[in-house]
T-cell receptor, first 114, second 111 residues
Framework: DTAVSQTPKYLVTQMGNDKSIKCEQN?????MYWYKQDSKKFLKIMFS???????INETVPNRFSPKSPDKAHLNLHINSLELGDSAVYFC?????????????FGSGTRLTVV | GDSVTQMEGPVTLSEEAFLTINCTYT??????LFWYVQYPGEGLQLLLK?????DKGSNKGFEATYRKETTSFHLEKGSVQVSDSAVYFC??????????FGTGTSLTVIP
């Protein structure tokens, strides 16, 4: 059973389109995250939700909107996609009370905007 | 603020060579320190961790010791294999739930 699963794994789309990436975890964690990894492998946190509540919202364009329907799901919707949005997006989760045990990451969604 | 600095790559080694990837951190107090590994086309996996000074984390032949005096957490392995080729990330977590990752070090091991 996959602990943190993201869909789709690959996404190719044209500039200006709107797309969503879904993330689900079956670990019982109550905190979930979205990270963006650029072409140089640099990881930057975008958002964090604890039990459906937004707790970290880094400086990202407001074209990016996270949605957490319940604590096991954190989806990422992107409006008006731009070339610079091309990257690998990782979802992760951790227990809120013990994040020092480490995050569990999904396998990533490679987004290519053409 | 909290941050992690790790040596830039790429690093290329022959099989059975000794590996060191340097990592230093900036944080007040006592953060927890981690090494994550990302194999090609995959997500990040926790490799090892240490939660207090002088702790040694180890896994799969890799080791790292939490050195408070030098604010370091260098990753070492005595004999690398081709299957160790990956990108390695040093990270810390301190107050709050946010991880701070280094920039990643790409390792390629050639037969």
């Amino acid at each position: 059973d996959t602990a943190v699963s993201q869909t789709p794994k690959y996404l190719v789309t044209q500039m200006g389109n709107d797309k969503s990436i879904k993330c689900e975890q079956n670990l019982g964690h109550d905190t979930m995250y979205w990270y963006k990894q650029d072409s140089k492998k640099f990881l930057k946190i975008m958002f964090s939700y604890n039990n459906k509540e937004l707790i970290i919202n880094e400086t990202v364009p407001n074209r990016f909107s996270p949605k957490s329907p319940d604590k096991a799901h954190l989806n990422l919707h992107i409006n008006s996609l731009e070339l610079g949005d091309s990257a690998v997006y990782f979802c992760a989760s951790s227990p809120y009370e013990s994040p020092r045990n480490g995050y569990t990451f999904g396998s990533g969604t490679r987004l290519t905007v053409v | 603020g909290d941050s992690v600095t790790q040596m830039e790559g790429p690093v290329t080694l022959s099989e059975e060579a000794f590996l060191t990837i340097n990592c230093t951190y900036t944080a007040t107090g006592y953060p927890s320190l981690f090494w994550y590994v990302q194999y090609p086309g995959e997500g990040l996996q926790l490799l090892l961790k240490a939660t207090k000074a002088d702790d040694k984390g180890s896994n799969k032949g890799f080791e790292a010791t939490y050195r408070k005096e030098t604010t370091s957490f260098h990753l070492e392995k005595g004999s690398v294999q081709v299957s160790d080729s990956a990108v390695y990330f040093c990270a810390l977590i301190h107050t709050g739930n946010q991880f701070y990752f280094g920039t990643g070090t790409s390792l390629t091991v050639i037969p």
